[in-house]
T-cell receptor, first 115, second 114 residues
Framework: DQQVKQNSPSLSVQEGRISILNCDYTNSMFDYFLWYKKYPAEGPTFLISISSIKDKNEDGRFTVFLNKSAKHLSLHIVPSQPGDSAVYFCAARGQRGTSYGKLTFGQGTILTVHP | SAVISQKPSRDICQRGTSLTIQCQVDSQVTMMFWYRQQPGQSLTLIATANQGSEATYESGFVIDKFPISRPNLTFSTLTVSNMSPEDSSIYLC???????????FGDGTRLSIL
């Protein structure tokens, strides 16, 4: 049972354009969502997060949007740069209780930004 | 943010042997976790490493196969026991503290079993 889904295995965009990565979740008990970027042979690097009480969080070129009613979040990268080419993972954290602190990851989306 | 170091970074092991992976954090953290990333797959939580007590394992993972230690707030080990080719994966340690702070990851241990 995949509680966090990234339905697009890959995305290709031109340098300077917007990249939009999507993520859906099924568990309404998730209260905190994160995006990680991963290069080959490295661990995931935290990118940006959003609490379930917000619908938008922005950090430089990166913006995360959360639509709780649709159980959907997206990561926007504007403008995209070739160095952004990596695998992007969406993750969700459970609320207090037995799931506290644990992250559930999506399958990842490979982003390729062409010069 | 915490800096997390994992050792070894990679290893090739024989079937039936065991390997212990170390995870060192440069500051005291409340929570430490161990994840597995199988080839072409996402990250799956193996267990939560609890300081001073037994680890909490996720469904499908057992202590006999993946014993975990956490003697203090900056260090943890994961042992992969009696390895088989199906255990070939990247094993990742993560650490986190206050509830509204993100977890950070080490670079992982790439394990291949022959």
């Amino acid at each position: 049972d995949q509680q966090v889904k990234q339905n697009s295995p890959s995305l290709s965009v031109q340098e300077g354009r917007i990249s939009i990565l999507n993520c859906d979740y099924t568990n309404s008990m998730f209260d905190y969502f994160l995006w990680y970027k991963k290069y080959p042979a490295e661990g995931p690097t935290f990118l940006i997060s959003i609490s379930s009480i917000k619908d938008k969080n922005e950090d430089g070129r990166f913006t995360v949007f959360l639509n709780k009613s649709a159980k959907h979040l997206s990561l926007h990268i504007v403008p995209s740069q070739p160095g952004d080419s990596a695998v992007y993972f969406c993750a969700a954290r459970g609320q207090r209780g037995t799931s506290y602190g644990k992250l559930t990851f999506g399958q990842g989306t490979i982003l390729t930004v062409h010069p | 943010s915490a800096v997390i170091s994992q050792k070894p970074s990679r290893d090739i092991c024989q079937r039936g042997t065991s390997l212990t992976i170390q995870c060192q954090v440069d500051s005291q953290v409340t929570m430490m976790f161990w994840y597995r990333q199988q080839p072409g797959q996402s990250l799956t939580l193996i267990a939560t490493a609890n300081q001073g007590s037994e680890a909490t394992y996720e469904s499908g993972f057992v202590i006999d196969k993946f014993p975990i230690s956490r003697p203090n707030l900056t260090f943890s080990t994961l042992t992969v026991s009696n390895m088989s080719p199906e255990d070939s994966s990247i094993y990742l340690c993560s650490a986190g503290d206050r509830s509204n702070q993100p977890q950070h990851f080490g670079d992982g241990t790439r394990l291949s079993i022959l």
